[in-house]
């Protein structure tokens, strides 16, 4: 999710302002947020603010390196936290081997990621471990491979993804599982699985554009903008933020 803020920034008129209010939001300790009122963890929104810097190219942005600084000496190696330190760190031209190396023993027999090693494999690791591997290049075929099969066989018949079997589906985690999806699109047969994510995430949009708050908002947009060439089928969500 490194471009949620970026492109809630990119369309609006205000961007000065929004990335002069970002900066406010960080500590002392180079993380960004963190209040009684944060949806996020410190790890979470902080690297969402690398994520924009980055998609923003403003990598010299005052307060990037603290940033960066926090977010590596995190000592939590959870599925999620290991992908968006490989994702930033790549990004950022650093050596992420260890950090690869550590996410692959999240990987089951199943092809799915876990949360931790021996963990249920679970549809958001496993698009966050896709997503991350694709971002730092990786090439084992037969670990990408497995990952994209357990992925793509949690599909639901609406074309959305959800958390465990008899669940409803997801915006957040259908959009997830699409964009990692297009990651490997190149190299994986993975064309229909990606269209039929992107109508999910389409139809269910609410009267007026967009989905039942702003967090889904921009991330179906995240998602869908790439692989819609109709511009006028999420006008209305970018319009509401």
Same mark, same amino acid.
């Given at each position: ?12 008129? $205000?961007?000065?302002?929004g990335l =002069? ?23 979470? &929104?902080?690297? =969402?603010?690398?994520?924009?810097? +980055? !998609?923003?190219?403003?990598?010299? +942005? ?5 940033? /960066?600084? *926090?977010?590596?000496?995190?000592? =939590?190696?959870?599925? =999620? ?19 690869? $190396?550590?996410?692959?023993? $999240? ?13 249920? &494999?679970?549809?958001?690791? !496993?698009?966050?471990? /896709? ?23 949690q599909q +639901?018949?609406?074309?959305? *993804? ?7 589906? #997801?915006?957040?985690?259908? &959009?997830?599982?699409? /964009? ?12 229909? $699985? ?9 139809? !269910? +949009? ?5 989905? #039942? ?15 819609? !060439? ?12």
């Amino acid at each position: 999710m490194p471009a949620l803020l970026a492109l809630c920034y990119s369309v609006s008129a $205000h961007a000065a302002t929004g990335l =002069e209010w970002l900066a406010s939001q960080q500590n002392a300790d180079g993380s960004f947020a963190n209040t009684p009122a944060s949806l996020a963890a410190p790890v979470q &929104s902080t690297g =969402e603010v690398l994520g924009a810097y +980055q !998609t923003l190219k403003l990598p010299a +942005q005052p307060g990037f390196a603290a940033a /960066l600084t *926090f977010l590596n000496t995190d000592t =939590e190696n959870n599925t =999620e936290y290991l992908a968006r330190k490989i994702i930033i760190n790549t990004q950022a031209g650093s050596v992420v081997s260890a950090l690869t $190396h550590a996410l692959l023993a $999240h990987q089951n027999a199943d092809g799915g990621f876990g949360d931790q090693p021996d963990y249920a &494999s679970s549809v958001l690791d !496993t698009a966050l471990a /896709l997503e991350a591997l694709a971002a730092a290049r990786f090439g084992d075929a037969n670990v990408i491979g497995r990952a994209v099969f357990f992925l793509t066989q949690q599909q +639901q018949a609406d074309g959305g *993804f959800n958390l465990t079997a008899g669940n409803t589906t #997801s915006v957040y985690l259908t &959009s997830r599982a699409l /964009l990692a999806l297009q990651g490997v699109q190149f190299n994986y047969n993975v064309a229909a $699985h990606i269209g039929k994510a992107r109508e999910y995430l389409l139809q !269910t +949009q609410i009267a007026g554009g967009g989905w #039942s708050d702003d967090a889904d908002t921009v991330m179906a947009l995240v998602a869908v903008v790439p692989v819609t !060439t109709d511009a006028t089928r999420y006008v209305n969500a970018l319009n509401v933020l």
